[in-house]
Nanobody
Framework: QVQLVESGGGLVQAGDSLRLACAAS????????MGWFRQAPGKEREFVAA????????YYADSVKGRFTISRDNAKNTGYLQMNSLKPEDTAVYYC??????????????WGQGTQVTVSS
């Protein structure tokens, strides 16, 4: 089985940057799309960004385009989410996930435990 562990969350000011990491163990992302989702208090989990592991094609939610960058390091079996120009609206628990291909919550095979990102104004 694959385990995903997120790290890098924290409390920052609006306009600051954070880099989240998602390390996979017990398997690799090789046959998956790696995605990031987030969930704010009282709201449903939503898609943030994704990258196909083999090809490197990226996808972003409109709300983060131009500010967030998703990437992967094949040798380390680790994915990253670079978050720049953070806004209070970005405050949420961020989850990494391995998906079969179609970018949808229902297609997630593995979830990480989540890491809290809090952006103050």
């Amino acid at each position: 089985q694959v385990q995903l562990v997120e790290s890098g969350g924290g409390l920052v000011q609006a306009g600051d940057s954070l880099r989240l990491a998602c390390a996979a163990s017990g398997g690799t992302f090789s046959s998956y799309t790696m995605g990031w989702f987030r969930q704010a208090p009282g709201k449903e989990r939503e898609f943030v960004a994704a990258i196909t592991w083999s090809v490197g094609t990226t996808y972003y939610a409109d709300s983060v385009k131009g500010r967030f960058t998703i990437s992967r390091d094949n040798a380390k079996n680790t994915g990253y989410l670079q978050m720049n120009s953070l806004k209070p609206e970005d405050t949420a628990v961020y989850y990494c996930a391995a998906l079969g291909g179609v970018i949808a919550i229902a297609e997630v095979d593995y979830w990480g435990q989540g890491t809290q990102v809090t952006v103050s104004s």
